[in-house]
């Protein structure tokens, strides 16, 4: 009964719980949060969310996934990998930060839940073994990079649009280097050297917090923050004024598209309560998707003339009568007029008002308290559109949780369940969606700072997680100064250790296919960028197409009597003496349609090699798998060679095998006088049935020699070894 209920409420294997336990696991708890407040706030912006948001991905997602899951150190929230997924996947279809952004991030994040959760609910938890180790070290390594250089804008105080090519971008940024922010550099530079040195001399004390608390005071009391407001019409340059006039024009075009399909969609719902005729429903519904399809267009035009104006500098010169200040292009006042020395760039277009930024960024203000708790509403469009991102994150987020907390049981003995971890994750994503979260998963660093402040169970995720409830109750004033420059030092910090090139090599040289699989999805994942997800699946595509490609010619040895008594490769040891009667194969792989006609060709070729051979000896202890195509290749090998006048024999065929050939009648057929468990035996009864001939065969076992020949061994291994 206890198991049962265990099964089913994996945290009830925490109690009793003992004062010693609780003590842990409280301190580890607030270690933790001190680290995940600041982080979670930044990952949310990396998701392309507003700041706060890191603290509800942070609140009820760790919570839950430590009650469900099955590794008590494991911690999770945001991440950096996973919040970057999440950014591409919903860059095309809303503007960031905004609410349209921020309902497709909920929704992302109740697919991504279910996903792993029937994942793990029908222990279906193997299915991220499609994407292989190469494939993620590649992925990583990318990702890594593609974070570090999305925040450098942030870093130097810089505008700019996003658009469907990231490294064009990052380009187009730092041809405005010369504008960089000097106070933002300034900021961004001293939370990394706080970072950085108290990491390597005070490696014990929550560097992350030190450098936001600091950071934060010195915004406050410099006024780093600087913001005014203006409206459309002050802007002096009638290029970027028609530009901004187009925007308010599709901003008001889009809001009666939102007002035209409600009403139809009101229409509709009325139509099919009252019964109305097909050909009416049939009409409603065209016009709505005709409006659908006016509606993205409109977006998707007022995303990229956003991303425009975000790109332009303005000087502002206030106006003499106190009212809305004119905008000129940075170097564009005329003479006789004065600005007042600030650069501005716009932050937000709105209604025709503009929201300029001319200091510093700062998260801003947060909403004190609790986010509602609400069912994320699902358009079948949507549905659609995400369906390939919230397959991706759900598996490369999974593969990141259970390695970090596989890598962690490896050091404390505990046993992790993957199917339980992801049910545990699923419903953290699941629940995160109801409370406003973003997708979160299992974090690397706040897991190794969980396991080194000697967390016994999950408890101490609860703990971490009831600290952050206090933080959104209490303490969101305080974060009102936090510079954004400070946050992106925080991401690039945390992503550095992902970074790992040697992985890259290790791949190659464990198998050049593997190589192939890690560096193709490394460059495929930069090219693709911001659309992440095509870059992982194209490399997970590639790996499979390669271990395919590897399965369709496994290695066929010929064999023959070596020094040492044992069978080995002629093609290795060409010396050993040749049998004119028997031939011996070793197939090296599994016998299914892919491969029977790489199989058929390598027996024929080897009989046609040695025309006086009367045996064939099919040395069958690589043979891990026959399916109806090896079957039937074997028993038309089996007709053929005996229309001949030679005789198929085969010899260490595993249990699988012979039961396959059961079934169908075919080890009937050839005959279980002519199946071995060993080759020695098989290759003495050969001999046997050779009479004279086979008594001085070179592969009979009667002859094998008494005294070995030593076996030349390079760097411990022998040489030229199979």
Not at 349 to 377: A, F
Not at 394 to 404: D, K, Q, T
Not at 649 to 671: A, N, P
Not at 683 to 707: F, M, T, V, Y
Request: hydrophobic share 50%; charged share 15%; glycine share 8%.
């Amino acid at each position: 009964m206890n198991n049962k209920v265990a099964r089913f409420f994996p945290f009830v294997s925490w109690w009793p719980l003992r004062g010693e336990t609780l003590r842990a696991d409280l301190i580890a708890g607030i270690t933790v949060a001190l680290v995940l407040i600041p982080q979670s706030m930044a990952y949310a912006q990396l998701a392309g969310m507003p700041a706060y948001y890191g603290l509800y991905a942070a609140f009820l997602p760790s919570m839950i996934a430590a009650l469900w899951g099955s590794s008590a150190q494991l911690a999770t929230g945001p991440v950096a990998v996973v919040s970057l997924l999440t950014a591409s996947a919903l860059a095309p279809l809303a503007a960031s930060g905004s609410e349209q952004f921020i309902a497709l991030a909920v929704m992302l994040a109740l697919m991504v839940g279910v996903i792993q959760l029937t994942l793990g609910a029908f222990k279906l938890g193997v299915v991220v073994n499609f994407l292989s180790h190469p494939v993620i070290v590649g992925f990583t390594n990318a990702a890594a990079i593609i974070i570090g250089l999305s925040q450098l804008n942030k870093l130097f105080g810089l505008a700019i649009g996003r658009s469907e090519h990231f490294l064009q971008d990052v380009w187009g940024m730092l041809q405005q280097v010369g504008d960089t922010h000097l106070p933002t550099l300034a900021i961004g530079a001293a939370a990394f050297v706080i970072m950085v040195g108290m990491k390597r001399f005070t490696p014990k004390l929550p560097n992350v917090l030190v450098a936001v608390t600091l950071a934060t005071l010195l915004s406050w009391g410099t006024g780093f923050e600087h913001n005014s407001t203006s409206r459309v019409e002050c802007i002096m340059n009638e290029e970027v004024g028609l530009l901004a006039s187009e925007f308010v024009r599709t901003e008001t075009h889009i809001a009666q598209l939102n007002e035209h399909a409600g009403q139809h969609a009101i229409e509709l719902k009325q139509l099919q309560k009252q019964g109305g005729s097909g050909q009416q429903v049939a009409a409603v519904r065209y016009e709505i998707e005709l409006l659908q399809l006016e509606l993205a267009n409109a977006e998707h035009e007022n995303r990229k003339n956003s991303r425009s104006l975000r790109n332009f500098i303005f000087e502002q010169v206030p106006a003499p009568d106190g009212g809305a200040p004119k905008l000129y292009l940075a170097g564009q006042v005329p003479a006789g007029e004065r600005s007042d020395r600030h650069r501005w760039r716009i932050g937000k277009l709105h209604n025709g008002e503009l929201k300029l930024i001319g200091g510093g960024e700062v998260v801003g203000m947060i909403p004190s308290g609790l986010p509602s708790l609400s069912v994320p509403t699902l358009g079948w469009n949507e549905l659609g559109m995400l369906l390939s991102s919230a397959l991706v994150i759900s598996l490369v987020g999974f593969m990141e949780a259970i390695s970090i907390a596989k890598a962690m049981a490896a050091k404390t003995k505990q046993r992790i369940d993957p199917n339980q971890e992801l049910i545990g994750q699923g419903l953290a994503n699941v629940v995160g969606s109801l409370s406003h979260a973003f997708p979160v998963s299992g974090s690397f660093s706040r897991s190794a700072v969980n396991l080194n402040a000697r967390a016994r169970t999950g408890l101490s995720s609860v703990f971490a997680s009831a600290i952050v409830l206090l933080t959104l109750l209490f303490l969101t004033p305080l974060l009102y100064h936090l510079p954004q420059a400070v946050l992106a030092a925080v991401i690039i910090m945390a992503v550095s250790g992902l970074i790992n090139f040697a992985a890259l090599k290790h791949a190659w040289l464990a198998h050049k296919h593997d190589g192939i699989a890690a560096a193709v999805t490394f460059v495929a994942t930069l090219a693709f960028a911001p659309h992440l997800d095509n870059g992982i699946l194209l490399g997970a595509a590639v790996a499979i197409v390669l271990f395919l490609y590897r399965t369709m010619k496994p290695r066929v040895a010929r064999l023959g009597r070596h020094g040492d008594g044992t069978l080995r490769d002629i093609k290795v040891y060409p010396e050993m003496p040749a049998s004119e009667h028997v031939i011996a194969l070793r197939f090296d792989g599994q016998l299914y349609f892919a491969n029977v006609a790489y199989f058929e060709d390598a027996l024929l070729e080897a009989v046609t090699a040695r025309p006086d051979a009367r045996y064939v000896l099919v040395v069958g202890n690589g043979i891990n798998n026959l399916d109806a195509s090896g079957e039937d290749a074997i028993k038309a090998l089996y007709l053929r060679l005996r229309d001949n006048g030679i005789t198929l024999v085969f010899s260490g065929l595993k249990k699988q095998v012979l039961d396959v050939m059961l079934r169908t009648g075919l080890l009937d057929e050839i005959g279980q006088g002519h199946i071995f468990a060993h080759e020695d035996m098989a290759l003495a009864a050969i001999c046997e049935w050779l009479g004279d001939a086979g008594r001085d065969d070179p592969l009979n076992p009667a002859n094998k020699p008494q005294s070995h020949e030593p076996i030349h061994r390079t760097n411990g291994l022998p040489k030229n070894s199979e």
